[in-house]
């Protein structure tokens, strides 16, 4: 179920990322989607949409932090 548009994402997501985080994890999400289709087929014990979840925040906390405020920042 890869996401055509950063308004198709979760709230979870849209609701606390900036636009380009937003982009960033809508990218890799649907990388991630393409690329672990088999591998999710054998492993089983995690779903391929999880997968490709927790790659998306991988590839967001590789650019971004989240600030004492609670708000997501751009790494320096």
Do not use: C
Not at 14 to 27: F, M, N, S
């Amino acid at each position: 179920m890869p996401y055509q548009s950063n308004s198709s994402l979760p709230d979870s997501v849209t609701g606390v990322l900036p636009k380009h985080a937003q982009d960033i994890y809508r990218e890799a999400f649907n990388s991630a989607w393409d690329q672990y289709k088999e591998a999710s087929e054998r492993r089983g014990h995690e779903s391929r949409e999880e997968t490709a979840h927790k790659v998306a925040w991988a590839a967001v906390k590789h650019k971004y932090h989240k600030g004492e405020d609670d708000r997501w920042h751009p790494k320096k």
